[in-house]
């Protein structure tokens, strides 16, 4: 099936240490997002990608680094310089055929304990 | 800067029409979203509006869209309780970087009670 997939599902950090969500994705998307929600909030955006070896900080994008080494896989890190990883974190990919249409993964937990 | 906003929550009885308001600030805005959130899962896509429509039907959902003003609305008729869920409007504007940007609001919590 076509899809987004993120893992893992839940993630538990000790402070001071660096984390990688994984995005991963076969739809043959070339543009793809990393979001961060919080409780009762909306969507921030920390990175987003149009091509290979290519990204753009979003408004949060402090703390965090990513890469675009292959199309279908864009991971996030989050490093120990967050100050506050706790959160819900979203990937999607766009599809600019018939519309520009963003597609989103099911999300990933991060605490930090 | 682009900067969305919505009210936070919103109560219906089962059958009835759900409005759900969303104002944008960014004019060059191209595409307008909305997306369904259920308790701890990503988000679906309802349905989206090209910015040069005024209005989208699809089966339930009709969405306006007042470009003057800003201004989107989703409505859903004959609400149900699985209609319950967190909403997002969504706008997608050319980022800095260049490429797609897409900035979402901060989400009206529908509750549908019966």
């Known amino acids: 099936d076509g899809g987004i997939t993120q893992s893992p599902k839940y993630l538990f950090r000790k402070e001071g240490q660096n984390v990688t969500l994984s995005c991963e994705q076969n739809?043959?998307?070339?543009?793809m997002y990393w979001y961060r929600q919080d409780p009762g909030q909306g969507l921030r955006l920390i990175y987003y990608?149009?091509?290979?070896?290519?990204?753009q900080k979003g408004d949060i994008a402090e703390g965090y680094s990513v890469s675009r080494e292959k199309k279908e896989s864009f991971p996030l890190t989050v490093t120990s310089a967050q100050k506050n990883p706790t959160a819900f974190y979203l990937c999607?990919?766009?599809?600019?055929?018939?519309?520009?249409?963003?597609?989103f993964g099911e999300g990933s937990w991060l605490t930090v304990v | 800067g682009e900067d969305v906003e919505q009210s936070l929550f919103l109560s219906v009885r089962e059958g009835d029409s759900s409005v759900i308001n969303c104002t944008y600030t960014?004019?060059?805005?191209?595409?307008l979203y909305w997306y369904k959130q259920e308790p701890g899962a990503g988000l679906q896509l309802l349905t989206y509006?090209?910015?040069?429509?005024d209005m989208k039907q699809d089966q339930r959902l009709t969405v306006l869209l007042n470009k003057k003003d800003k201004h989107l609305s989703l409505r859903i008729a004959d609400t149900q309780t699985g209609d319950s869920a967190i909403y997002f409007c969504?706008?997608?504007?050319?980022?800095?970087?260049?490429?797609?940007?897409?900035?979402f609001g901060t989400g009206t919590q529908l509750k549908v009670e019966l």
């Open positions: 960014d004019s060059s805005s191209t595409y």
């Open positions: 739809l043959n998307h070339d543009a």
């Open positions: 990608s149009q091509i290979v070896n290519d990204f």
């Open positions: 969504a706008e997608s504007i050319m980022g800095t970087g260049g490429g797609n940007k897409l900035t």
């Open positions: 999607a990919s766009l599809r600019t055929v018939s519309g520009n249409t963003i597609y």
């Open positions: 509006i090209f910015s040069n429509m």
